[in-house]
């Protein structure tokens, strides 16, 4: 085998390497931190404690197409009229519940969108009640942080574009000596025996 053409060929896996790892390195902390919330299903209406271990933006989901428990459910996407939704903290006073329905999920059979949210100030227990005219549906609550999402989007991002300029630069060197040898090999007089 000529002399750099290992190095091309290395240079060129390295490249292909990390040309699929910065796209995938976006999409995987994204697909994570929305799968979090099926961590946290339960059934409404009714009330359902969670313990918070820290504080952070906290979304309410509504998983309108599931498994939970064994059992499917389908669910419209859009929520019943007359709903209430309460959450409260270990004292008892009421969060702020914002509403949001901007974001939404597609995993495996579940699909869901958000409902809104609440900002946890403290570590404890909260209380989440949901009343109204309603069949069984599945909720579920996770906490949702865009900056930690798009830090280790960003982060993966780096390292696959790192892989792939080192790719680049080892394909170059690669060319470099091939180029070489053959000018040495064109110089070389020829000995004829």
Known sequence: MKKGLKTLISGIVIFIV??????????????????????RQFIIPGEHQFEIEKPARYYLWNDYQTIFDGKSYNRSESLPDGLQISIKDEAGEELKFTSNTMMSSSTGS????????????????????VTGDSDAR????????????????????????????AGIGLSIW????????????AKSPLHSF
């Open 174 to 185: 690669g060319i470099v000596k091939l180029v070489k040898n053959d000018t040495k090999a």
């Open 138 to 165: 599945v909720f579920s609550f996770s906490e949702f942080s865009v900056l930690k999402i798009v830090g280790l989007a960003f982060g993966a991002f780096g390292i696959g574009m790192l892989i792939a300029v």
């Open 18 to 39: 990390g040309a699929f790892v910065a796209p995938l390195a976006v999409i995987i902390p994204v697909i994570l931190a929305l799968d979090d919330s099926d961590k």
């Open 110 to 129: 579940s699909t869901k969108n958000t409902i809104g949210y609440v900002e946890v100030t403290a570590p404890g227990t909260l209380t989440i009640r």
